[in-house]
């Protein structure tokens, strides 16, 4: 007894300090809460329906820069109807509903692994979300959508929004999965085509010298890292790693040149990719091409594999 409670104390030690680390986040934001990034997009949209320029020059660190495809101030239009300060605060609560929907997957199963990661995962979202940074929104559609038909169109939707989830396009892409690779590629190619419409001789492109951005360090030295972690994700989706998905979204964190702490939230889609590839679940769009190539993947009548569920 003694030997297994010394064996699970380093887990333990790491969870508590995790849930520890959410707790004091939710406390120590709800008292400062500030949706500003909210503000971004309600401006965005004010200035569609006055006709005045959708990407104005903003420093790139400000909370005001929008950067998004048309279509989401679009969407905010009629949340300008309110009050700024009343449409910004509901939004930041539907955010932290977001945070929550896109943690609750890891928790349908508990593991040491996953309630970790939902710990995790839920600090980075929690803090974004009193920001009121769309950030929780984008996750959430992304690990729900997982296993979906439709999952390709949402991946491009999100990338609309934060750009990063097109780091999945590479493991379809490698794998010759042609056809989710160039549903989620055209879906955002669709949905960023409209800006041609507008004047983007102001759009803000510099990602900015704060936060955790090894750009803002060394250029080269963030050029390597994008480049190994890559190649990283390529080698593992050449050798059908189910990893291939945690490398893709471990990606989303270390590719951009501007790096935040919230875009681990990317993690749990990964997770849970990497855990249905794990258990013999076939995705719907890999049906066809796993059929034609024959693939050797056994799915037992439970739909899990011989392999096991994932750790």
């Known amino acids: 007894m003694a030997r297994r409670l010394l064996s699970r104390l380093p887990r333990t030690l790491a969870l508590a300090i995790l849930l520890g ?50 279509w989401f101030a679009v969407a905010w239009i009629p949340l300008t109807a309110l009050p700024r300060d009343t449409a910004l605060h509901l939004w930041s609560l539907a955010m932290l509903a977001c ?43 992304l690990v729900w959508t997982v296993g979906w038909r439709t999952f390709p169109v949402w991946v491009g939707v999100a990338a609309s929004i934060k750009l990063v989830p097109l780091a999945l396009v590479i493991v379809w892409a490698t794998r010759r999965q042609w056809r989710p690779a160039t549903v989620a590629t055209g879906m955002a190619a669709t949905l960023f085509a409209p800006m041609l419409l507008f004047d983007l001789r102001s759009y ?32 593992l989706a050449i050798r059908r790693s ?50 034609r190539s024959g693939s050797s993947t056994s799915v037992m009548s439970n739909g899990r594999s011989s392999a096991g569920p994932m750790k």
Request: charged share 10%; glycine share 6%; hydrophobic share 50%.
């Open 242 to 291: 189910p990893y291939a998905w945690v490398a893709a979204a471990a990606l989303m964190f270390v590719g951009p040149p501007r790096v935040v702490l919230s875009y681990l939230a990317f993690l749990p889609v990964g997770y849970e990719l990497a855990r249905r590839e794990r258990a013999g679940v076939r995705e719907p769009a890999q049906e066809s091409a796993g059929t």
């Open 99 to 141: 945070a929550g929907a896109a943690v609750w997957p890891l928790l349908r199963r508990p593991t040491w692994t996953s309630v970790s990661l939902a710990a995790l995962v839920g600090q980075t979202l929690v803090e974004t979300a009193m920001f009121g940074n769309a950030h929780p929104l984008v996750v959430a559609a």
């Open 21 to 70: 680390w959410l707790a004091y986040t939710f406390a120590s934001w709800f008292l400062v809460w500030n949706p500003a990034d909210a503000g971004a997009y309600y401006d965005a949209a004010t200035r569609l329906t006055r006709g005045e320029p959708l990407y104005p020059s903003v420093h790139p660190e400000a909370h005001e820069v929008y950067r998004y495809a048309p």
């Open 204 to 235: 803000v492109t510099d990602p900015g010298t704060g936060l955790l951005s090894l750009y803002a360090i060394s250029p080269q030295l963030w050029a390597v890292t994008a480049i190994a972690a890559t190649f990283a994700t390529a080698v």
